[in-house]
């Protein structure tokens, strides 16, 4: 017979969660990319999107803002007449069993009868100065006596649960020995507490203290510093619960109390634990109030309870706003939130913090020299991609026009190859294929001579050079108007698209990438990537055109090709000294400059395309003569097809109109 293994099932205990979607770091890589490219540093900009959270999960916000609803849910819902209350009816129906006694009792003297219902009818207004009176009561009644024995049982078992959770469920219908055993655990508490003030207590103190009395602690302290922990926290709520009430409530519980199971031992006892707790813990908040405004009223335990958990939600609400030096979202107390809102609030924090780890840990941040965040290469190499891939469909939707994802085209073949992509039309490279397959195969437990599985992740095609290598200057205007109209981030998601459309499908061409504001200046795609916009005058394409040009000279067999993105006419120019010079409206000395270093670059054969963003009629003007002076094109696309329209053109000089339409792209 087989042996029969019995699979046991239970209720999920914690971790992460394994039926929770995977963590979408792509998502979150585009949102943190579009706020570094809007200006935001990768820090802040991660930050962002824990806060807002993604497509389909709650953020830190989210959860910051339910932790509020819950608080001012406590507080509008309970009062703290609770114990009061409940002594009250204990109260009235202990006077109404004893006059219906009275009443009943026809042997009774007539004066004793009077003097007895004179002064049940004069108790004080009070409920503790009613208790008290009625403390030497010679009741006439059992069931009257009950009641009123009840009060002090209640009082007791609430006083005692103002310290320990569920203690006054604990002792409903207790025995005087259960009572007892109360008593000489507060004793053998108080002497282990003082014994620790004392640094005289050892391990072994608190293992035999835990023995005797752990079951009447829930919360399993593993040590005596977890054990004070957790009396000081629910003392001190004690104490804030009583700063809590009006100064009437305060003076009546604290009357009752003395009443607690008839037992002054008992509030001795209580007395000397509070002095030892504040002094072993005195940076508890032993002082703090809180305002209730509700109907439904509270015991004095249930509302110590109450006081815990706002000071649990005020924790993490701190938590949530990751405001403090060096906050990660690892500090988070998953079990505090799971307790006030809920297991699916906790998954979401811990998916949170698996994202912020991710990205961190990942490899999509890194730390620079200067010690923050950056995104790194592999963030930069998987952004491109993606926004490479979107605009390959925008320009393959165009007119029934055929994908644009090549490497090279048609050229000869360079050695090198690629991973296969999905509607790749190049040649196999069989050799490097049959060699992913097989180390796939047999890391896999698989023997190769049994035969191969090609799957599409084996597949190589190898590239091809392009018969015609080029040279591409990307200038983009990074003036404050760019900012300013909405153009910042399509600026900066265009060149990060070329980048990596030269960087990985056509490794033969140079790209140099040229911003140019009152200044111009080089940079690599993530100095640009990172740039922030400043309130700074000027648009210097003079000085863009002396950069471009400088670069061109260091490739002089290739084909050079000019892309210009910009939305304002020429406003400044560089000075022989290296100073650059101001004028709006544009100085006829900035045109005139500016004009001839562009017939430079015509002269010497440049491909220039001028992308003109905006509806100014002066730089469509001026556009218009720039490009007819170097038989060049003006292309016009919105802010959100800038990529598209600078990536045709790339790829439209690059293959000299092949296959690209010239009508597609003229302004």
């Not at 507060?186 to 620790?196: A, C, I, M, S, T």
């Amino acid at each position: 017979m087989g042996v029969h293994h019995r699979a046991r099932y239970g209720r999920y205990a914690g971790g992460p969660d394994p039926l929770a979607p995977p963590v979408d770091l792509a998502e979150a890589l585009d949102a943190i990319a579009e706020d570094v490219m809007a200006g935001y540093s990768p820090r802040h900009a991660l930050q962002e999107f824990l806060r807002r959270g993604g497509r389909n999960r709650e953020g830190l916000d989210d959860l910051a803002r339910r932790v509020q609803q819950r608080r001012i849910e406590l507080l509008g819902r309970h009062n703290l007449d609770g114990t009061l209350n409940e002594v009250r009816k204990l109260l009235d129906a202990a006077v109404l069993e004893e006059r219906k006694q009275l009443a009943r009792d026809a042997m009774m003297d007539n004066t004793d009868r009077a003097f007895r219902e004179m002064q049940l009818q004069n108790l004080p207004q009070s409920t503790a100065a009613a208790v008290n009176e009625l403390a030497s009561y010679d009741w006439q009644s059992g069931t009257a006596r009950q009641a009123y024995e009840k009060i002090k049982d209640l009082l007791g078992r609430e006083v005692l649960d103002q310290r320990f959770a569920g203690m006054k469920q604990a002792l409903e219908n207790a025995t005087e020995e259960d009572r007892a055993a109360v008593n000489g655990m507060l004793r053998d508490l108080n002497g282990l507490l003082g014994k620790h003030r004392r640094g005289e207590d050892t391990a072994a103190d608190f293992q035999e203290f835990m023995a005797r009395h752990g079951h009447l602690f829930p919360e399993n302290p593993q040590s005596v510093e977890e054990l004070i922990d957790a009396l000081a926290q629910r003392a001190a709520a004690a104490q804030r619960l009583l700063q809590s009430m009006s100064p009437e409530q305060r003076e009546e519980l604290m009357s009752l109390s003395a009443q607690a199971f008839g037992s002054p031992e008992l509030m001795a006892q209580l007395d000397q634990l509070d002095s030892s707790l504040r002094a072993l813990r005195p940076a508890e908040d032993w002082t703090g109030s809180e305002r209730f405004e509700g109907q439904e009223g509270l015991g004095l335990g249930d509302g110590t309870g109450v006081l815990q958990d706002l000071a649990e939600l005020d924790e993490l609400s701190e938590q949530l706003s990751q405001s403090y030096n060096g906050s990660r979202l690892d500090d988070l107390d998953l079990d505090a939130l799971a307790r006030q809102l809920g297991q699916n609030a906790a998954v979401t924090a811990r998916t949170l913090a698996e994202i912020e780890r991710a990205m961190q840990d990942g490899g999509y941040l890194r730390r620079g020299a200067d010690g923050d965040l950056k995104l790194s290469p592999q963030a930069m190499r998987r952004l491109g991609r993606a926004l490479l891939r979107d605009t390959a469909r925008q320009l393959s939707g165009r007119q029934g026009r055929r994908d644009t994802r090549v490497a090279g085209a048609a050229g000869e073949q360079i050695g090198s190859s690629r991973q296969w992509e999905f509607g790749d039309a190049e040649p196999w490279d069989v050799t490097r294929t049959m060699t992913n397959a097989i180390r796939r195969t047999v890391a896999d437990g698989g023997d190769p001579g049994r035969g191969l599985r090609l799957g599409a992740g084996d597949i190589e095609v190898a590239e091809t050079e392009a018969r015609t290598q080029a040279a591409v200057v990307l200038l983009v205007d990074v003036s404050f108007s760019m900012a300013a109209e909405g153009r910042w981030v399509p600026m900066k998601r265009t060149a990060l698209a070329l980048h990596h459309l030269v960087s990985t499908r056509f490794r033969g061409d140079r790209l140099q990438l040229i911003a140019f504001g009152r200044y111009a200046r080089s940079m690599d795609i993530g100095e640009l990537t990172a740039l922030a916009s400043r309130r700074e005058q000027g648009t210097n394409l003079h000085h863009g055109l002396l950069l471009a040009n400088r670069f061109f000279r260091q490739h002089p067999s290739m084909q050079h090709v000019l892309l210009v993105v910009t939305d304002g006419e020429p406003t400044a120019h560089l000075l022989p000294e290296g100073e650059s010079w101001f004028s709006y409206p544009p100085d006829p000395e900035t045109i005139r400059v500016t004009i001839a270093e562009l017939d430079r670059l015509g002269r010497a054969g440049t491909q220039s395309t001028f992308f003109r963003l905006g509806d100014d009629p002066g730089l469509a003007r001026f556009v218009q003569r720039m490009a007819r002076r170097v038989d060049g094109r003006v292309v016009a696309p919105e802010a959100g097809e800038l990529g598209t329209a600078v990536v045709g053109e790339y790829l439209r000089a690059h293959f000299r109109g092949r296959p690209y339409d010239d009508d597609d792209w003229a302004s």
